[in-house]
């Protein structure tokens, strides 16, 4: 780590100044994230959605 970076990424997440945001590789996942077909699919979309919020 150099002592002048702007962003660091850590647990997944990315932290620059005074913002937080999701690491690239999960924002990948939730664009390409399958049509939902019942209820589950609805709920497991919600539910990592949720974690990321």
């Known amino acids: 780590m ?8 850590f647990l997944g997440r ?7 945001k ?3 590789k999960d924002t ?3 664009e390409n ?4 077909t019942c209820t589950k ?4 979309f919600l539910g990592f959605v949720n974690y990321h919020r």
């Open 2 to 9: 150099h002592p002048f970076q702007d962003e660091v990424e």
């Open 14 to 20: 990315i932290a620059s100044g005074n913002t937080m």
């Open 22 to 24: 999701m690491a690239n």
């Open 28 to 30: 990948e996942v939730e």
């Open 33 to 36: 994230w399958p049509t939902p």
């Open 41 to 44: 699919d609805v709920e497991r």
